[in-house]
């Protein structure tokens, strides 16, 4: 049973729910809907309310499409109609007072996802001290389009605004804006560091997380390279009128036969971050060595077991993985090296591991290896039996969040997932945003990293030898 609790904020006051000592205020506005006159706009303030704004529901979501084929029987989907998708969600301590604070932003390859995904209920973090705060942006054609007279990142701008709007209203929920942590996973771990880049965002987070994110932006014209396509596909220019005159629901079925049957390593271009002077000047890979922020970074072993289904990893020969490492100037001894700590894998896992590590891992490692500030490297190894999955992309999530047991979870890890793994994880990460300490050491020359499987131990960096000959 829950109570109502209250928190009045610079444009209102909002009603709330209470239960079990975590107060959760939901579907917050941080910006104004951009939709209408805001539609390929920057983010524009919220407008303020008159009386009491009930928050007890997630707000809308931006518009997405679900997840097509095997990717969708793992991966949930909420659809929650409406034009109000810059939204926060909140919960609390029920007396917390200058707590800490965390930030999520959710992955979706920056065209899918949302905060209302029931795994990402920050009750644990709440129950833990921490004031936990979630968010929506612009996804896909409405978010990361490149345009010619129209603003670029337009989700990162949103991310931008909800961090400005945590920092100027998180003290109503009883959080700390001097302690503030960005943590995101895959997508929303690019836009942590895309944030970290930002001259102007960076001085509002005190800590980063960076789970499984791709770490480089694009020049604009690579990034853009979807949305040529797409206005090509629609006969439409790529400009803001022609995109502001084109539904969203038509910009979602033209994405959707442009990438049907794409993967990370080939077929049609994803969307992307954008090299752009007014949103992101420079390439987060190139600013995270610089900076002062303790971060904590991670990949999980096995992540290309989510993006290529069986059949697919079967499908990949000899001659199609020399095509793909030449493509991408990877050389022959690192092919070698890979058979070498991986002997039993065929070609096609063999081309999953190097997509890995080529797309998350050995950027990590580079970014860990060039901080002076603390830097701690983790690695999620336990193993789901759910059709061999292994560690796959975003097999952590569930236990981050302590909510392995969940339908969401169950569908990856199993319905006997290790307890003891996600109080192990979430306390790590709890431990980070209160201290910046996650209870391990600094990633350094040693390159000591954290390896969470069923048994969890500090370990030197794995596979070492074909990460560092990756380009």
Same mark, same amino acid.
């Given at each position: 049973m829950s109570d109502t609790a209250t928190a009045t904020i610079s444009t209102g006051t909002l009603r709330g729910t209470t239960s079990d000592g975590v107060r959760r205020f939901l579907g917050i506005p941080y910006a104004a809907p951009p939709f209408g006159e805001n539609r390929f706009? *920057?983010? +524009?303030?919220?407008?303020s309310w008159i009386g009491v704004r009930e928050?007890?529901?997630?707000?809308?979501?931006?518009?997405?499409?679900?997840?097509?084929g095997a990717i969708g029987e793992l991966l949930g989907t909420v659809r929650i109609n409406g034009d109000d998708v810059l939204t926060a969600n909140v919960w609390a301590p029920e007396k917390a007072d200058g707590a800490p604070v965390v930030l999520w932003i959710h992955g979706g390859a920056f065209e899918r996802g949302a905060a209302a995904l029931?795994?990402?209920?920050? &009750?644990?973090?709440?129950?833990?001290?921490?004031?936990?705060?979630?968010?929506?942006?612009? #996804?896909?054609?409405e978010g990361f389009s490149v345009l010619d007279d129209a603003p670029r990142n337009l989700g990162l701008q949103d991310a931008a605004a909800a961090l400005a709007w945590v920092s100027r209203e998180i003290a109503a929920f009883g959080g700390s804006p001097a302690q503030v942590t960005l943590m995101g996973e895959s997508a929303g771990g690019s836009l942590v560091a895309a944030l970290l880049a930002r001259d102007d965002s960076r001085p509002l987070v005190r800590r980063a997380?960076? +789970?499984?994110?791709? #770490? +480089?932006?694009?020049?604009?014209?690579?990034?853009?390279?979807?949305?040529?396509? #797409? &206005?090509?596909? #629609?006969?439409?220019?790529t400009t803001r009128a022609a995109f502001a005159a084109t539904t969203s629901d038509r910009l979602? *079925?033209?994405?959707?036969?442009?990438?049907?049957? &794409?993967?990370?390593?080939?077929g049609a271009p994803g969307f992307q971050l954008a090299l752009d002077p007014d949103s992101l000047p420079r390439s987060p890979h190139e600013v995270l060595p610089e900076i002062e922020t303790p971060l904590l970074i991670g990949t999980n072993t096995d992540e290309y077991r989510l993006w290529f289904p069986p059949e697919a990893l079967d499908g990949i020969t000899r001659t199609k993985l020399l095509i793909a490492r030449l493509a991408l100037r990877i050389p022959g001894r690192a092919e070698r090296a890979y058979r070498a700590e991986w002997p039993e894998a065929s070609t096609g896992e063999i081309f999953g591991q190097i997509a890995t590590d080529f797309l998350l891992r050995a950027p990590a490692t580079r970014v860990a290896l060039a901080r002076s500030a603390p830097t701690h490297v983790y690695e999620f190894a336990w193993r789901s039996p759910v059709r061999d999955l292994r560690a796959a992309h975003a097999m952590e999530l569930g236990f981050v969040f302590q909510r392995a047991h969940d339908p969401d979870s169950v569908r990856m890890a199993g319905l006997e997932p290790p307890r003891a793994l996600g109080l192990e994880m979430n306390g790590a990460w709890t431990r980070f945003i209160a201290s910046g300490d996650p209870g391990w050491e600094p990633f350094g020359s040693d390159r000591l990293t954290r390896l969470f499987d069923a048994r969890t131990e500090t370990v030197a960096q794995r596979r070492m030898e074909s990460l560092d000959l990756l380009p």
């Open positions: 706009r *920057e983010p +524009q303030p919220a407008a928050a007890t529901a997630f707000g809308p979501t931006a518009p997405q499409l679900p997840y097509a029931p795994t990402y209920d920050g &009750a644990a973090f709440a129950r833990a001290g921490i004031v936990f705060v979630s968010i929506n942006y612009r #996804l896909g054609s997380i960076i +789970q499984s994110g791709p #770490l +480089q932006a694009q020049s604009a014209s690579k990034a853009g390279r979807v949305t040529a396509q #797409l &206005a090509r596909r #629609l006969g439409i220019a979602l *079925e033209a994405r959707r036969v442009q990438s049907a049957g &794409a993967s990370p390593m080939g």
